[in-house]
């Protein structure tokens, strides 16, 4: 498989940036089936760049608006980024479910997967998927519905992003845009993902407690103590319902037994306290039994972190001798992006002028990420949603 990438800066007038886009993508390079992904600041016309996309391309693609996107060129904003991958020997299926607005109607999700699964050729070896922010929707079940209905093939993806009002975050399948479905691209074939997540943060406390009463993404108690009271006891608390903007470089390290007893680590961001009930709420599921540390994540560590990465993913690709990758696809959060304050290229330049002739690199800034993590004791791949993560797919 290789891939051909086009980019422009131009939003605002799309005849412009078609024009840019078209001038870059020479369509007699593509082989036998081909695909897309896009990214797209949330500023852009969707509706209209999908349409305009999908009278150009004869093939599938799906995407999602971002705050930041990253490709081979390194960090950019308010810009739209194609990237099609292409191949004799792959076979991709793209399509986008009904509408889901709560947790009882996620079966349509795994209709729809089993839908796109059946037109394939033979068994897809990965699952692209990207949803909107939705708060009454569990994402974890995205991530467990895909993994449970496919036997395990590797999930990546994410929560698309806007400029933190959650209302102008959109996902996309050809001319199709909806904050209400979800996006998916299936790919079969002769492929090798490789994947890593990135934490990038440092121990902050002596926390080392485990959670006793929890239900979904809910904590009521750490070591049979109230969280709320163990939190302002140690001066993490605060007067404050919604806090997820105050503790973005606090999140919580939480480290989840597997279903054959390996332990995965996962980030979790701290959204809301209810004072009253002393309950913590978390973007992303934190499940009784597992241990739960407060972590420090930094500018300074994400950028150390994005760099050793990074370039770890290149060596690997580079000391790769029986499969030619051709594109590293990334998933990182929008904390991370606030974090790094106004230098927006920290994650960039850990990469740019570094790729190798022929590898290409597109990724996003989202409201959560979805990725395998490694577990700790065994090394098997596990289906986790992330957050305040760097997630990396090479292909």
């Known amino acids: 498989m290789k891939t051909i990438q086009a980019f422009t800066?131009?939003?605002?007038?799309?005849?412009?940036?078609?024009?840019?886009?078209?001038?870059?993508?020479?369509?007699?390079?593509?082989?036998t089936n081909s695909c897309a992904i896009v990214f797209c600041g949330y500023e852009v016309d969707t509706q209209e760049l999908m349409h305009r996309l999908s009278e150009i391309f004869d093939f599938p693609f799906i995407g999602c608006t971002s705050l930041g996107m990253l490709n081979s060129r390194g960090y950019t904003q308010s810009s739209?980024?194609?990237?099609?991958?292409?191949?004799?020997?792959?076979?991709?299926?793209?399509?986008?479910?009904?509408?889901?607005?709560?947790?009882?109607?996620?079966?349509?999700?795994?209709?729809?997967?089993?839908?796109?699964?059946?037109?394939l050729p033979e068994k897809e070896k990965l699952i692209l998927t990207y949803t909107a922010w939705n708060p009454d929707l569990e994402a974890d079940k995205v991530v467990d519905i895909l993994n449970d209905a496919s036997g395990g093939v590797p999930v990546f993806g994410g929560i698309a992003s806007d400029g933190w009002s959650f209302n102008e975050d959109f996902v996309f399948c050809g001319s199709e845009i909806s904050r209400k479905k979800i996006a998916m691209l299936l790919i079969c074939g002769n492929i090798e993902p490789m994947f890593t997540i990135a934490h990038s943060v440092k121990k902050?406390?002596?926390?080392n407690k485990i959670v006793t009463r929890s239900k979904g993404n809910v904590v009521y108690t750490i070591d049979d103590q109230p969280i709320v009271d163990y939190l302002e006891e140690n001066g993490f608390g605060s007067g404050k319902t919604d806090v997820m903007l105050d503790y973005l470089g606090t999140?919580?390290?939480?480290?989840?037994?597997?279903?054959?007893?390996?332990?995965?680590?996962?980030?979790?961001?701290?959204?809301?306290?209810?004072?009253?009930?002393?309950?913590?709420?978390?973007?992303g599921r934190v499940p009784e039994g597992c241990e739960m540390n407060m972590v420090l994540l930094s500018k300074k560590d994400i950028e150390v972190s994005a760099k050793s990465t990074f370039m770890t993913m290149i060596d690997k690709i580079n000391e790769s001798k029986d499969y030619k990758y051709s594109l590293i696809l990334c998933s990182s959060c929008v904390a991370r992006y606030s974090l790094i304050v106004s230098d927006k290229n920290v994650e960039g330049r850990a990469y740019a002028y570094k790729l190798p002739d022929g590898l290409n690199l597109?990724?996003?800034?989202?409201?959560?990420?979805?990725?395998?993590?490694?577990?700790?004791?065994?090394?098997?791949?596990?289906?986790?949603?992330?957050?305040?993560?760097?997630?990396?797919?090479?292909?």
């Open 9 to 31: 800066s131009e939003i605002d007038d799309l005849d412009i940036a078609m024009e840019e886009l078209k001038g870059q993508i020479d369509m007699t390079e593509l082989l």
């Open 80 to 119: 739209i980024t194609v990237t099609i991958l292409t191949a004799d020997d792959c076979s991709f299926i793209a399509g986008m479910t009904d509408e889901i607005v709560c947790n009882e109607e996620m079966d349509k999700l795994e209709e729809k997967y089993a839908e796109l699964s059946s037109r």
């Open 204 to 207: 902050s406390s002596n926390m």
């Open 251 to 283: 999140p919580f390290r939480i480290r989840v037994n597997t279903h054959d007893n390996d332990k995965v680590d996962i980030l979790r961001c701290l959204v809301s306290m209810d004072h009253k009930k002393k309950t913590c709420k978390f973007i």
């Open 362 to 395: 597109s990724g996003y800034y989202g409201f959560s990420e979805f990725c395998p993590a490694n577990g700790k004791d065994k090394g098997g791949l596990y289906n986790t949603l992330n957050n305040e993560s760097l997630t990396l797919l090479a292909l």
